[in-house]
């Protein structure tokens, strides 16, 4: 199987200073990020690399989830420096930000140190566990075992993956697709392919995956629910319904997680997409399995709420937000866990976007320090705005834009841009009455569009019925030339045009 180059991790495109006043936790959001895999590696680099106020502390977490996490030493390498330059960075005065000169006061009497010792029992690990695989694959190889040929192939790319080596532990999984004997073995491989993709943000290869893991997962269901071959129970009036087999319902539940995780890793995969609508609707179908965020889930269900409630924000009508995210049973325990997002949608929800503005604003650092949301925020957030003057100026015939920019807490000139940028995308019916600074809606009456209707029908009519008359009057007074018919009865070809030449009569 052929496999495309994965895509780069995405860099930070901007420097984000966060304040002492801003509600960002970087320690209670990394406690949260999945400790098994690359995950809270790839976030804690992704928020030193994008925020200098929270490079040390990043930096400082990153360096101790690689040693514990993972046996990628040159990752290390590379983390270790990054963090003595930007020590020597705030110890020599280039680096002037409030957050980051309080972190240097604190740790620059105990710094950390490269793990020499580490480093190097590491690399030795790394190379015999690798030469272990290698021979213990080819052996199995030789012996043509199908089982033991997929294991060996799923082995080597999760200690590839722990090594640092996505490329190949992406090659090893989709090898081990032409030895799979069942749709679990499918499900796993597909499983152990998305996860290497998310960390390397390559979302149409998640996209990819995702349908195949699904199409195993309806296999596997299907062969099972073939596989019992027993009549289900009749349950007469009286009696009890037996309860469900424990080993049965063990399995549903095991099904229902894997497919929660397949649903969210899709959304992230619509939303890295820029499919921004198919993310808000995925998010907000994910059920309440999500929230167990053991080993193998992808995203924490803090970013799952994030992610519905943005999205949501950018994509959805005002009844739809109520219904799919307000009053969705199976999102509310996601927002519990995040609760100002509930206070950010139930702002829009209710027409008070300058608290809306504010509270997204407040929670800027948020968004814009998320691996997977950051590159889409300005998108996502242009769009929220549209959204709302759209949803503010509805129920106008006319307003003032300086009664709107007071209600969104904007400049005029802002909300005149603003205005002026949807009228020409089409998304606004309205004009500007410069002279008054008014914006007036252009909405058409019914009952004119009705009259106008119907006197084009009724003169097409009367242009149809003139046509008629005269035709008829044409043929009364024998001015409609027949061809003479052959002995067969019938016309050739060429009569047949000539006489419905004559015949035909276009008026205009």
């Known amino acids: 199987m052929e496999v495309d180059a994965p895509a780069a991790q995405p860099r930070p495109t901007r420097r984000i200073v966060v304040p002492d006043s801003s509600p960002y936790d970087l320690d209670s959001l990394a406690s949260s990020w999945d ?20 490079a040390g502390p990043a930096l400082t977490l990153a360096l101790a989830a690689i040693k514990a996490l993972t046996l990628d030493t040159r990752l290390y390498e590379e983390t270790y420096y990054l963090y003595r330059q930007f020590f020597n960075s705030v110890a020599e005065g280039k680096e002037q930000d409030p957050q980051a ?58 200690f590839q993956y722990r090594m640092g080596d996505l490329q190949g532990a992406v090659r090893s999984y989709t090898k081990s697709r032409e030895y799979c004997t069942t749709s679990q073995h499918v499900l796993e491989m597909c499983l152990g392919v998305i996860e ?22 309806e296999a596997a269901q299907a062969s099972a629910a073939s596989g019992k071959g027993k009549a ?39 939303m890295g997409m820029g499919s921004y609508e198919k993310a808000a609707y995925a998010f907000t179908d994910v059920g309440a399995e999500a929230l167990i965020h053991g080993p193998g ?16 924000l950018a994509c959805f009508s005002r009844s739809a937000l109520r219904s799919r995210v307000l009053e969705n049973a199976n999102l509310r325990p996601f927002l519990d866990l995040e609760p ?19 509270l997204l604003s407040k929670y800027e650092a948020r968004l814009l320090l998320d691996i997977h949301l950051a590159p889409h925020v300005d998108a996502l957030v242009h769009s929220i705005r549209q959204r709302a003057i759209q949803a503010y100026f509805a129920p106008f015939a006319s307003v003032s834009l300086s009664r709107m920019a007071a209600a969104f807490g904007w400049r005029e000139d802002y909300m005149q841009a603003a205005v002026v940028e949807l009228i020409g995308n089409g998304m606004l019916k309205a004009r500007i009455d410069s002279a008054k600074g008014v914006l007036v809606a252009r909405r058409q009456d019914p009952r004119v569009e009705a009259f106008k209707n119907a006197l ?3 003169e097409k009519m009367q242009k149809r019925a003139i046509a008629s008359h005269l ?38």
């Not at 970013?303 to 943005?310: E, K, P």
């Open 297 to 312: 889930h992808f995203i924490p269900p803090a970013d799952v709420a994030l992610y519905a409630v943005i999205t949501g």
């Open 340 to 358: 100002y997002l509930r206070d950010i949608v139930r702002a829009f929800h209710d027409s008070q976007f300058k608290t809306g503005l504010e």
């Open 232 to 270: 289900a129970p009749v349950n007469l009036p009286g009696m009890v319904a037996p309860g469900l087999d424990p080993a049965e319902a063990a399995k549903e539940r095991d099904r229902k997680i894997v497919q929660e995780r397949l649903t969210v890793a899709g959304a992230v995969a619509y």
């Open 471 to 508: 035709r008829m009057k044409l043929m009364q007074n024998d001015l409609v030339v027949k061809p003479a018919r052959r002995p067969g009865g019938g016309r050739d070809q060429q009569q047949q045009q000539q006489y419905d030449d004559r015949a035909t009569i276009q008026v205009d």
């Open 101 to 158: 000169l309080a972190w240097f006061e604190q740790v620059k009497d105990k710094q950390e140190q490269f793990d020499r010792e580490w480093s190097d029992k590491t690399k030795r690990d790394a190379q015999s566990g690798l030469e272990r695989l290698e021979v213990e694959l080819k052996g199995y190889m030789t012996n043509l075992i199908k089982e033991s040929i997929r294991m060996g192939h799923r082995d080597l790319a999760r």
């Open 456 to 458: 084009e029908e009724g």
């Open 35 to 54: 400790v098994t895999g690359r995950n809270k590696i790839n976030r804690l680099l992704y928020v030193a690399n994008s925020s200098p106020s929270l």
């Open 196 to 217: 290497v993709a998310l960390d390397m943000s390559n979302y149409a290869f998640i996209r990819n995956y995702v349908v195949k893991a699904e199409s195993a997962v």
